[in-house]
Structure formats: C-alpha cells, structure tokens
C-alpha cells in the first residue's frame, strides 16, 4: 500500500471565469497523473471569507506562489492533505489569505486531492468521502434573481427550486423545465422588454420581490403538476447586500431589524418555502436564530455569508442555534481540509449542508463530487448554462457509476 506520494510538479495558470474576469487553474503532477482544479469567484462576498486574490490580483497570486509556495509543495506528499493544506495557510501567514488568495488555495488544494485520487484510480468523491459515500443531494437552481449578480433585477439576491424527483437526472430536468416556464410568463408579463439572464443564469428582470414570488409560485405549480414532482421553492436574500446603516433596503422601501426577521418567517409560513439563506446580515447570529426557532420544523434556514464555511464561525452558530443549514463553498475558507472540518461539525450538530458553486465560475466539477463526498441535501449550481450544467451533468454521471456498482 502506497503511503507516499511525492508532488513531482505543479503549473499555474490564468483562465476566464463565467464573469469574463481572470481567474487561476492549477495542474498538479504525482509522476504523470494530474489533478486539474481551477477556482470560482463570488460576488456577494461574506465579510469573514477569504480575499480571493491579493491586491496585485491572479498575477500577484501566481508570483507568490512560485516565490514562496513552489519549493515548499514540490516533493510534498500528496496523501498528506491537511499537511499540504497547512502548509499553504502558514505559507501565506495572514488570517483571510492575503497573499495567496483563497482561490488560488483552493485550486491547489483541490487539484492536489485530485491528483492523488486519480493515481489511486477512485474518484474524487470516494476520495474525500470515503466507502460510505454514496447518497446524491438534490440539485438546487437559481430562476429569478437580482441583488449582486445583475444590474436591475430584485432586490433579494435569488429564488430557487428544488424538484424531488426519484433521479437526479430527472430532479435537474424539471430545475431547468420550471427555468424555462419562469423566462416564458416573464415575456408574457413583460411582453419580452428588459428580460435577461444573470450571473448564474437565473432570470433578472426589473420586477419587485413581491412579483419574483408570483411569477415563482406560478410556474412552480404549474411545472409540478404537469411532471407530478414536489418542487422546494428556496431564497437566498444574501442580506448583507442590501444592509444599509441598521436597515434593509428594499427596491420598494426598508425594512427594520424586527421587520425583516418577520418577513423571512413569512416566507416559510406564508409562501412555503423549504429553503431560506441568509435572511439576515452576517452579525445577527441571534436574529437568524429567532427566525430558525419558529420554522426549522418546516424549513432549512441557511447560513453562507453568516459562516463564510469557517469552522470557528459555525461554532458560534451552533452555540446560538442560528441555523439547521451551511452553505459550503471551499474558496471562502481556502482549502478542502478545512472545509471538512466545517462539514464535520455541521453534521454533528444536526446541521445540513449544501455544496455551492460562486456566481463566478468555471467548468470545473469538483462541487459536484464535494457534495457527494459531504453527503449534501442539496447542490445549489443554477440550473442551466455551460459552467453550471459541468457540476449538474456530472452528478447524472455518479448517479449512474453509483446505481451500477
Ligand atoms: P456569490 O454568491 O456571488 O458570492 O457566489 C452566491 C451566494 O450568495 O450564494
Ligand atoms: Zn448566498
């Protein structure tokens, strides 16, 4: 039994991202088997998640690393995750990863676990998971948004749905079907004026909140009816975005402390929803923790800018019982092994994860096996579009590497 295996090479690059903005992949090298990882961005980014990129940006990254990081990680064993992912962070010695950036971190420490996989010959998800790792999440998909990842969409930054179908293949197809119906009254309503797509390609156009819930509660019905599948309907407020001076700034008016935590009740109580994230901003662990108290019997509230995946912030939120939800997303702490850290202790608190991509990505599809390996309810990874869809369809590839073994 292998217990060493010695990093032979690493290369770094600059690609593009779904943003049209640069980005860094890494190519990882244990003899001639590579792991390939590159790293997303996001837009509405937590206060407490590592800076993606130092201030000289992907080529400042790329210069630290082959100044301080190459000599240390050449020759390292890649077996040793937490070793080499430690490594990084003390190599870089700031707490939010200012010199090497949590993207690049994440690029390296995912293409390293890669690659280690790959000369086992296991995928990356059993890699990470383990034996025992074999339960699919259900996808969850951005239809109609706004806030941070469009110019004039809703104020609340995404509604998404989530069909139970009995395949993931199928789950994903209704996501896209419910998708399709949304862009379809959107032109009815709109008569086709000022409807796009958004950063995760999710449908924004210059509509209220309010509206956003119609128009979804519509083609959710309507989608679930005509394929006979429960759809979740789900919101990310992502309320840091719209947190202005002690309030929430509303397209249609602000909304107090008080006022927004009975809003987010309502929509759980009112509208339904199974899904609720970030419904306050990312100090109020207590005003998260008044809203979970009165629906976390019927519904996941989630925290992702509240816990940027940081181990030390969940500890917090457990304390508190602010959430029964986490929102995983490696780049906001920089490395695979203390993401599981973060996964670990959710699961022993009760608390369910779901594997997220960034608004900004690329076609990499470790989320996909992330999310296997961590045993997530859901993934949350849009519904159509090339970038999303590399996470969507290799999940419909695992279903059936799972279902035949
Ligand atoms: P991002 O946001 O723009 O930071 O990727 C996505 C989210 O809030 O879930
Ligand atoms: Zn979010």
């Avoid at 940006?57 to 070793?83: C, H, M, T, V």
């Avoid at 008080?258 to 662990?285: G, K, N, W």
């Avoid at 702490?333 to 960034?358: D, P, W, Y």
């Avoid at 996470?391 to 279903?399: F, W």
Wanted: some cysteine; charged content about 25%; glycine content about 10%.
């Amino acid at each position: 039994m292998t217990d060493e295996l010695p990093i032979d090479d690493i290369r770094v690059r600059k690609i593009i991202d779904s943003r049209g903005n640069f980005t860094v992949e890494v190519d990882l090298f244990i003899e001639d088997v590579m792991g390939r990882c590159s790293a997303p961005s996001g837009a509405s980014t937590g206060d407490t998640e590592m800076k993606a990129f130092p201030k000289s940006g992907p080529d400042g990254a790329i210069k630290f690393f082959e100044d301080k990081l190459r000599s240390k990680l050449i020759g390292y064993n890649a077996l040793d995750q937490i070793g080499f992912d430690r490594t990084i962070m003390e190599t870089d010695g700031t707490e939010y990863m200012e010199n090497v950036g949590g993207n690049l971190s994440t690029a390296l420490s995912v293409a390293n676990a890669r690659a280690a996989a790959s000369y086992l010959g296991i995928p990356l998800y059993s890699y990470v998971g383990g034996a025992f790792a074999r339960s699919l999440p259900r996808p969850m998909g951005n239809v109609i948004g706004g806030g941070k990842h469009s110019r004039e969409g809703t104020t609340i930054q995404e509604f998404l749905v989530s069909a139970q179908a009995d395949t993931f293949l199928q789950s994903a197809y209704i996501n896209a079907m419910t998708h399709r119906r949304i862009g379809e009254i959107l032109s009815e309503k709109l008569k086709g004026t000022s409807v796009g797509l958004g950063d995760e390609k999710a449908w924004t156009a210059n509509i209220s909140d309010e509206e956003a819930l119609e128009i979804l509660h519509q083609a959710v019905s309507e989608t679930s009816s005509r394929y006979h599948v429960r759809i979740l309907k789900g919101v990310d407020f992502a309320a840091n975005s719209f947190y202005e001076g002690g309030k929430y700034m509303y397209k249609n008016g602000p909304k107090t402390r008080d006022q927004q935590i009975d809003y987010a009740i309502s929509f759980s109580r009112d509208h339904d929803f199974y899904f609720i994230e970030d419904p306050m901003v990312d100090t109020d662990f207590d005003g998260f923790a008044e809203i979970t108290k009165k629906i976390s019997q019927k519904s996941l509230v989630v925290g992702d800018d509240l816990y940027t995946t940081n181990p030390e912030r969940l500890k917090i939120g457990i304390e508190k019982k602010s959430t029964n939800g986490i929102l995983i997303k490696v780049n906001q702490i920089g490395s695979l092994s203390r993401t599981a850290e973060t996964v670990r202790l959710a699961t022993a608190a009760g608390i369910r994860n779901t594997v997220s991509h960034r608004s900004g990505e690329t076609t990499d599809d470790f989320a996909a096996h992330l999310s296997v390996a961590f045993g997530s309810t859901f993934i949350k990874t849009g519904t159509i579009g090339g970038e999303r869809l590399a996470k969507l369809n290799e999940l419909i590839r695992i279903e059936e590497e799972i279902n035949s073994n």
